[in-house]
């Protein structure tokens, strides 16, 4: 609100010099700094009302009401567990599930009918409480957080203490509308956290699930003719392929077969084999063959 006031006593400041000044071309750019200024000022208005706009109010939420005319009613109340606010002067009033004008409406209403001819009525909720932003998965203090005004991204994963060590590198923020369906956002780690991209710094509304997930072990075996055969463990977030496993067992002895076997036992229950020709993948007429959890890499002796 102090920005906006700055920004009004601006625009008021540039019209008065706008017709005192003699140069038409400061007054030219007086007027457009005066639009500029005016359009920020709309832009952040239109931002805060939208936020709170089709939000339905609930328990434990924390209200603001000011009634202009009334000062005694300039309140801040937290919205009890069945639904209603216990008002100076009008006694208890029903919140749960109105928006904030629905409320501001409804106090109109009171006021003009048994108090003042005219009301001027603004309600604003200050802390999101009865459906809060959740953080799950690798944080250090994941579960609801206690949200006053508007977040984004980064602000609700500073709440829950950052990322944890073992965090993957995407994060995923899932959002219900109001018609039950779920939309999911997928966030790269490295775009927000080192790229510092402000376009994925997404805000975060009520009821928002951040999901952070965390990386895990995923092993494979490379058994017969590699320099040091047996179990490798990979990280999730890192590429499993047949030649990274190679590598990562210390490459081929000079007695192994051009053609490798991959043995695998898929999800169905069943045992599939994959034969992979290493001199045609390392010299790109094949592409590089993605390995998965418990795959066993099979490289038998060369007879020739």
């Known amino acids: 609100m102090q920005n906006?006031?700055?920004i009004l006593r601006k625009l008021g400041r540039a019209c008065r010099m706008q017709f005192k000044t003699k140069n038409s071309k400061l007054k030219i750019r007086i007027a457009i700094l005066a639009i500029l200024s005016g359009a920020l000022l709309t832009t952040s208005l239109s931002a805060q009302?939208?936020?709170?706009?089709t939000y339905r109010i609930g328990p434990k939420d924390l209200i603001e009401i000011k009634v202009f005319e009334v000062p005694d009613l300039n309140v801040e109340l937290r919205v009890e567990g069945d639904g209603i606010v216990r008002l100076p002067l009008l006694g208890?009033?029903?919140v749960e599930g109105l928006t904030t004008a629905q409320v501001a409406d409804q106090l109109r209403e009171i006021l003009?009918?048994?108090?003042i001819q005219r009301a001027s009525v603004t309600v604003d909720v200050?802390?999101?409480r009865s459906r809060p932003i959740s953080v799950i998965g690798a944080v250090p203090r994941p579960g609801p957080l206690t949200v006053s005004g508007r977040w984004t991204l980064l602000e609700a994963l500073a709440a829950a203490g950052g990322l944890a060590d073992d965090h993957g590198d995407t994060i995923f923020v899932l959002r219900r509308s109001d018609n039950g369906l779920v939309?999911?956002?997928a966030i790269n780690v490295e775009d927000l956290m080192v790229r510092a991209k402000l376009d994925v710094n997404i805000p975060v509304f009520t009821g928002d699930l951040i999901n952070v997930p965390a990386t895990i072990d995923v092993?494979?075996?490379c058994l017969g003719e590699v320099k040091r055969p047996g179990a490798l463990t990979f990280k999730s977030t890192e590429r499993l392929t047949l030649l990274a496993a190679i590598a990562r067992a210390g490459g081929l002895t000079d007695r192994a077969s051009k053609t490798i076997v991959i043995r695998r036992h898929d999800r169905s229950g069943e045992d599939t084999e994959?034969?992979?020709n290493f001199k045609n993948i390392m010299s790109g007429k094949e592409k590089d063959v993605e390995l998965e959890r418990d795959d066993v890499v099979l490289v038998k002796e060369s007879f020739f």
């Open 219 to 221: 092993t494979v075996f």
């Open 112 to 115: 003009e009918e048994k108090y």
């Open 183 to 185: 939309d999911q956002i």
């Open 274 to 276: 994959i034969k992979a």
């Open 126 to 128: 200050r802390e999101y």
């Open 4 to 6: 906006e006031t700055n």
């Open 92 to 94: 208890e009033l029903r």
């Open 49 to 53: 009302q939208s936020a709170q706009s």
